[in-house]
């Protein structure tokens, strides 16, 4: 991901500013669950609620050598897709409003490669176009026909995202398909979550939502945030409570409906558990999200 300028300042001039920041939040909070430039299909119930007892669905009970196997692999999987999005030079041909494929351009079909329980709808690939204001820079990712043209512009994406014959789906993940597996849902999750946290730029970069699905990055994320240099640091009693996390991800598939419980975590807000509860067949609905701050946490830095 690449940061635009830090408006760093007096911890008086960051509190100043607090009250224009919660409005970027309470925006950044609502699109965290939805694919950028997703109209949803139907109102979707987003609750908050206490932190859930997980449930299995009927299977046989994982040996803990199963469970750290699978916990291993899922987060080698949110490394990968975090390593394909993250730190990459925009080009500056997106600044002008115009998004034609230059050399060394991010192709998001690359998304795929580490999340081999999913698969695109047959005859579709991922596309994006770029949208810039001066303010933020982001992709609309959007998924298309191979034999539709890529579109140029966000105003063109807008008019002709999800109109019959264009061969155009505005919300990329009804091309998604899953195997019907607990890693295809966990999968899913993932790439709606971060899947379109690449070329972000300025107030966009407050998208830094990511996945924790083991206790060792659990640790780590921790660490990192108790000593940090610029802004504010985990409290020792934030500490203590993020350590108290089970980050282990959660699958339970019932008969029309299967939900998948993560752990994530943002700069801009702090540890959360969200609990997804989707339709079983593609393409995939929301049902209902319910989120849970677990451990509030805010870096106080502005951009």
Known sequence: MIYGTQKEGSMKLIRNFKNTLIGILIVMALTACQVPGQVPDAPVEITSTAVPTATRSPAATPT?????TTTETWQAQVDAIKALTRNKRIPDSLFTGVTIEVEDMFDPNLLLQPLENLQL?????????????????????YARQDTAKAVTTYDDYRAMCDQAGSGILCNPMNAILTDGTEASYFQWVLLHTMGQQFYLDWHASYNDQEIIASS????????????????????????????????????????????????????WGGFYETIFTLTLEAPHRFISIEKTNLVPFDIDIIF
């Not at 803990?64 to 750290?68: G, L």
């Open 121 to 141: 709808k047959p005859g579709y690939r991922l596309d994006f176009v770029y949208y810039y204001d001066g303010l933020s820079g982001l992709p609309y990712l």
């Open 64 to 68: 803990p050598t199963e469970i750290e």
């Open 216 to 267: 060792a990055t659990l640790s780590r994320i921790v660490n990192i945030y108790s000593d940090i240099q610029h802004g504010s640091s985990l409290t020792e009693e934030q500490q203590k409570q993020a350590l108290a996390i089970n980050p282990i991800p959660h699958v339970s598939i019932k008969e029309s409906a299967v939900s998948v419980r993560v752990v994530t975590f943002t700069k």
